[in-house]
């Protein structure tokens, strides 16, 4: 409660919670957990064999046949796609999919937009979307239907501006708004990985990697990293079974899921006192078998555990410990809400 001028009683705290309630109840999935109206999500990978078009034709076609995607229910709304696919790949994508005579999916190539300016360009979408009642709008991959230049997918004020009608849109018409990205060679975690500027993660409400997951799996499968100001999980094992894509959980893998838990549990908490991987497997009396070792890679790509290098029996070798809770959960606040 904050009391005003004059005396005037302002009921702040009422309102927040009542503000917070309201926006709650008002997040809307058509296809979880990239398209929500009045939200802008980004989907980062590799540009090839991560299997950005994979996922969202299937999201798009659950979303237009009202099917299951990562076994949440969709919500059927037409969709728009303006994509900078070839013809023949993207018309062998649709085929896949068996989206090719959906009347509700709406598609401009990226041959009839060249040369046109962005603001133009997002005018002309708004007519568009406002005229064919779309519910989800794609645009794959968002840097090259932009025309933006490689020294503008750097800066941070070239990416807002390409960002901002894009929300405007999506809160304005109450509909999705999904952009891809390709990733950068040197890879990165979520929210980082993406090509060019981190400005499109700030500027996104949901961003998401794809790419295949560690371990012996499935060529189907796919880990799914999840970076949101929503209330969503931080990863997901997905699988594409026939035309759907099944959600395993956000820890499928058991042994190495396990493997991390006694790895953390038993790691030092100080540069000073860490210890060879051998060293910690010992005292936990655990074996460095594959599962450990798929798991001291993901910890370390995590940055649950830091190394340090120790001369062990005349050679070098890396030690490791474990980052202190506070400052992990510092960390992840601070991840989670960019």
């Known amino acids: 409660m904050i009391v005003g001028g004059g005396g005037r009683r302002i ?19 058509l296809a979880y957990p990239h398209a929500v109206r009045g939200v802008v999500s980004a989907l980062d990978g ?17 979303m237009l046949r009202g099917e299951l995607f990562l076994n949440h229910a969709t919500q059927r709304a037409p969709v728009l796609l303006v994509t900078e696919e070839n013809p023949r790949t993207l018309k062998e994508a649709l085929r896949r999919a068996d ?53 503008e997918e750097n800066q941070a004020a070239p990416v807002d501006a390409l960002v901002a ?42 961003v998401l990697q794809l790419r295949r997951p560690d371990g012996q799996h499935p060529s189907t499968v796919r880990q799914l990293d999840i970076l ?50 051998s060293q910690i497997l010992e005292r936990a009396g655990a074996t460095n078998s594959k599962a450990c070792k798929l798991a001291l890679g993901r910890l370390l790509r995590q940055g649950d555990l830091q190394t340090v290098t120790r001369r062990h029996a005349g050679r070098e ?5 474990r980052r202190s809770e506070p400052e992990a959960e510092r960390s992840s606040q601070n991840t989670r809400m960019f």
């Open 165 to 206: 009608p894009l929300r405007s849109l999506a809160e304005s018409l109450k509909m999705a708004v999904h952009v891809t990205r390709h990733d950068r060679k040197s890879g990165g975690p979520v929210g980082q990985s993406g090509r060019g500027s981190n400005a499109l993660t700030g500027a996104v409400d949901i």
């Open 99 to 151: 989206l090719e005579h959906e009347r509700d999916l709406h598609i401009i190539p990226w041959t009839s937009l060249v040369g046109v300016p962005w603001s133009a360009l997002t005018e002309f979408l708004e007519q568009k979307c406002r005229e064919l009642s779309i519910g989800l709008l794609i645009v794959d991959t968002l840097y090259a239907i932009a025309g933006l230049r490689p020294e």
């Open 228 to 277: 949101s100001r929503l209330d969503l999980p931080n990863r997901l094992l997905i699988e594409l079974q026939g035309h759907q894509y099944v959600s395993l959980g956000e820890r499928a893998d058991v042994k190495t899921a396990s493997a991390e838990d006694v790895i953390l549990k038993h790691a030092p908490t100080t540069p000073e006192a860490a210890e060879l991987i």
């Open 46 to 62: 590799e540009p090839k064999g991560s299997g950005k078009t994979t996922y969202h034709m299937r999201g798009t076609r659950a």
């Open 317 to 321: 070798r890396k030690a490791y410990f």
């Open 11 to 29: 009921e702040c705290a009422a309102e927040i919670v009542e503000l917070a309630a309201a926006v709650a109840e008002q997040v809307e999935f």
